[in-house]
């Protein structure tokens, strides 16, 4: 797996698809990484770590094989 961290930038996701982009800006390269995840769960998990402000927390997150967000946890800045 592939770990990186970052700043959520958003969140985009389509209805009914069950398929969203959580947008990270990855430091310290300074790209922005569209990750695809699955909406529900992940929207879960961003709502109990963050309430509802998750633009602008600071995560690290890890990918699988294939790109897919597998998982995050919260950063201290």
Do not use: K, W
Request: one cysteine or more; proline letters at 5%.
């Amino acid at each position: 797996m592939t770990t990186r961290s970052g700043q959520i930038v958003g969140f985009n996701s389509t209805m009914g698809s069950g398929i969203a982009t959580l947008s990270v800006a990855v430091e310290p390269q300074g790209y922005v990484a569209h990750v695809p995840c699955e909406a529900g769960p992940t929207v879960r998990a961003l709502r109990n770590a963050f309430g509802d402000a998750i633009i602008g927390q600071e995560i690290e997150f890890e990918l699988d094989t294939l790109g897919v967000l597998a998982s995050f946890i919260p950063r201290e800045v």
